[in-house]
Every structure is written in structure tokens, then in C-alpha cells.
């Protein structure tokens, strides 16, 4: 069965004998009555508000296609198959808004209502009964396991690949006139995308022989201590390969925190906004922009 | 440099400026040696500005970047500029994460660039460079 049973040989060997007669008991019970209990647990479902986000033919459909793995797991003994579903499922119903909670609910709603078959039909013999439930609850624990596991895994590759598509598209360096850079920020600044950003920053420097970048931070909602520090490093580092930077849109709440935390910033070259930012770079590189008509 | 082996770095001379590439990493009995070479020459060429091209290097410990900008301030006592140039961007980010100072020595991109910021091949420091030396005394 699974790993843990090695622990208790005798158990095991009892359990094994056990298991090779009730098993295949326990399935074809559950196939017989598969309508009524697939029902049953429809109906559990819809009453504790799980999957409200699907439709009640969807629900109904996939209901069959879990019941139906979930005997499969019971009669075979291999997760394999079920692994499969799950990770399909998961893929279909993520989009779908369906949290975590509701996968394992409906898992051991399921669980539930066939134990409670159980419990009806074997009724009348109590040493049976235990000894199916023997049988039937590890398996049961499998599934649930295994089902949690995958939609949890589904989900967090998505995330990952959500991040993984921001981090790329959230820090651009772009080369505005020669020599110029500049860098917007947008969103959420974290350690880590901050790391990213003075990464890219530098090499751009180099690439581009930069020698004035303009980071613009009107689209960054808030910088916290570390974040801030990691500016002020930023800043160092572009001065040490030749480049001088100017940081614009630094929002009253920003500007407000930076100085409460009391990040120094000496050394920051700041300007109120990005028009203002770029004609100061401008002038530090020796441009003059005039109208094409000459009116000033 | 020293006597033996082939040259660290070379000081070459072009015009009133020394412009000094470290090929590889220093040590720091190398670095000392490196820093008295380069003072003891401003007075011989009577240069008016050094650059101390350092694209070489993937890695600038505490002592080397303390040792070039020493370098820088020796420098400026001895009536010449300096700018340092061709700092790697890895190089810089570990420089400034581990809270090195390089005090307020001029860096440039590279060596194009740092001779222009002296003023060009052969002439002068800038008027700028010399402002913003003065300004920093």
C-alpha cells in the first residue's frame, strides 16, 4: 500500500490479506450505487456553497469524472491517473476563481459521504465494518492528499509563471535620446524586483554608454526602508561606472516616508517630474530642444 | 612595478595625462606598489590628470577601492585629476552593497570618456574638472 505500512510488519501482512478481499468489495459497492452517492454528494456540495463560481452542469460533470478516478484510485491502488486529472482539473478550474479550500472540501465531502455508505451497509457486522474502514481510510487520505497537492502545485506554477512574465515586463531601460536612459517604475517595488532593476540599470548603463539615467517612480504606490536603501545603492553604484542619476515622481506619501525613516539621501538627485527630469538631463548633456517654428 | 615578472599595470603617458590599466586583480602589497609608481610619476611627466582604468578587474575588494581613491586624493596633492574608469556593473553593486566609500573620486564609463572628462588627449583638465576638484576641496 504506501510507505508507512512497512513500520508494522505484522499489520501489514494482516492488513495486506485484508485489503486483496475488501477492496474490490468496497468498489464494486461503490459502482453499484455509483448514481445515488454521486448524487448524494452533489447535493453536500451545493449545500455547503462549494464551486459557486461553476455551473451546476459543470459541477455535475466534473463530480462524475472525480468519483468515477476516485473508485479507479480505490480498485488500482495507483495515484498516477488521479495526479493526472488533478493537474487538468486544477488547470480548468484555477481561471475559474476556485480557492484551494473548495478542492479539498469537495475531496472530503466525497470521503464522507462514502464512508457513510460504509457505515450503512455493513451496519450489522461491527468487525467487518472496521476492517473496510481499515482499508478504505488510508486510500481516502491518498486522494485528498494527493488532489490537494496538485491543485496547490498548479496554482503556485501559475503564480511563478505570473511572476516571472511581471519581473520581465516591469523593468524596462529605455534609451530616449544618446546617452539618456530612462527607467519607469510601475507597481509594487520589492527586495527582489529592486535587485532586478539595478541589475538591468547597470548593464544598460553600459550598453547604451550612458551618462544620465532618469528613474521615474510616479507608478510605485510605496518604498519601504530596504527599498529605499536599495535606490540610494542604486544611485551609488550608476555613479561609480559615470552615469548620474535623477529620480523623479516621488510621491508626497514616498517623499513623507523617506524621510521619516531617515534614508540618506544626500546624494539623491531628485526632481519633482518626469518632464522636469528629462529636461535636466537634457541640459546635462549639452541638448537644447527648440520648437520646429521657433516660437519659444 | 616591480622588477620581476611581467608589468600589473601599466602608466603610459599621453600628454599632460597618465593613464594607468590594471590587467589584472591586485594584491595588496601589489596595490601599495601600484599607488607609490603612479605618485612618484605624476611629479616626473608632470601630468595634470590620471586615469585609472580598472575594465579589468571582476572584483574590487575594500583595500583596492581605499587604495585608489587614497590614490585620487594623493593626486589631486600633487596637481593632478583623477578619474576612474570602466567600473563593471557587478563590480559596482557589490562595491556600494558592502558599503565601500570611494569618497568623492570622479568615475566615467571608460577610458573615451575619462580623458574627456580631463579635458582631452594631451591638453588641459577641463575648467569643469578643475571646478569640481576645487569644489570638493
Do not use: C
Not at chain 1, 262 to 291: P, W
Request: aromatic share 4%.
Amino acid at each position: 500500500m504506501n510507505e508507512s505500512d512497512t513500520g508494522a510488519v505484522e499489520f501489514a501482512a494482516l492488513d495486506r490479506e485484508d485489503e486483496e478481499q475488501l477492496l474490490p468489495q468496497l468498489v464494486a459497492h461503490l459502482r453499484e450505487h455509483r448514481s445515488r452517492l454521486r448524487q448524494e454528494w452533489s447535493g453536500r456540495i451545493q449545500d455547503s456553497h462549494l464551486l459557486s463560481s461553476m455551473t451546476p452542469q459543470e459541477v455535475g460533470a466534473e463530480t462524475t469524472s472525480v468519483y468515477d478516478n476516485y473508485v479507479e484510485v480505490l480498485e488500482t491502488g495507483s495515484v498516477e491517473a488521479l495526479q493526472h486529472y488533478a493537474r487538468d482539473l486544477s488547470e480548468r478550474i484555477i481561471p475559474r476563481g476556485v480557492e484551494t479550500h473548495e478542492v479539498v472540501g469537495i475531496v472530503l465531502l466525497l470521503r464522507d459521504v462514502l464512508a457513510r455508505s460504509l457505515f450503512e451497509k455493513y451496519q450489522d457486522d461491527f468487525d467487518l465494518l472496521n476492517r473496510v474502514l481499515d482499508a478504505y481510510e488510508p486510500a481516502a487520505n491518498r486522494i485528498a492528499n494527493t488532489v490537494a497537492v496538485s491543485f496547490v502545485d498548479e496554482r503556485e506554477r501559475v503564480i511563478r509563471q505570473q511572476q516571472d512574465s511581471i519581473r520581465e515586463l516591469s523593468t524596462p531601460v529605455l534609451p530616449v535620446r544618446e546617452r539618456l536612459l530612462i527607467l519607469p517604475i510601475i507597481g509594487v517595488l520589492d527586495t527582489e524586483r529592486a535587485r532586478q532593476l539595478t541589475e538591468q540599470l547597470l548593464r544598460g548603463i553600459r550598453t547604451h554608454r550612458a551618462k544620465v539615467v532618469v528613474i521615474d517612480i510616479t507608478g510605485a504606490p510605496d518604498v519601504d526602508e530596504a527599498v529605499a536603501n536599495h535606490l540610494v545603492r542604486t544611485v551609488d553604484a550608476s555613479r561609480l561606472m559615470g552615469a548620474s542619476v535623477i529620480i523623479t515622481g516621488l510621491s508626497p506619501e514616498i517623499a513623507q516616508t523617506l524621510v521619516t525613516i531617515g534614508v540618506d539621501l544626500s546624494k539623491m538627485n531628485t526632481i519633482g517630474d518626469l518632464q522636469g527630469g528629462l529636461e535636466e538631463a537634457e541640459r546635462l548633456l549639452g541638448f537644447t530642444v527648440t520648437r520646429a517654428d521657433g516660437s519659444p | 612595478m616591480t622588477d620581476t615578472g611581467p608589468a600589473l599595470v601599466s602608466i603610459l603617458r599621453q600628454g599632460s595625462q597618465l593613464i594607468a590599466s590594471i590587467h589584472t586583480a591586485l594584491d595588496d602589497t601589489q596595490m601599495v606598489r601600484f599607488q607609490q609608481d603612479l605618485v612618484h610619476q605624476i611629479g616626473e611627466h608632470r601630468a595634470r590628470g590620471v586615469v585609472i582604468d580598472v575594465a579589468a578587474l571582476d572584483v574590487l575588494d575594500s583595500f583596492g577601492s581605499r587604495t585608489l581613491r587614497d590614490i585620487a586624493e594623493m593626486a589631486r596633492l600633487r596637481g593632478a585629476a583623477t578619474v576612474i574608469v570602466g567600473i563593471q556593473p557587478e563590480v559596482a553593486f557589490t562595491m556600494v552593497t558592502l558599503g565601500m566609500d570611494t569618497g568623492s573620486v570622479h568615475t566615467a564609463l571608460d577610458l573615451e570618456e575619462g580623458l574627456a572628462y580631463l579635458g582631452g588627449a594631451g591638453g588641459q583638465p577641463s575648467t569643469a574638472a578643475r571646478a569640481r576638484s576645487a569644489q570638493r576641496r
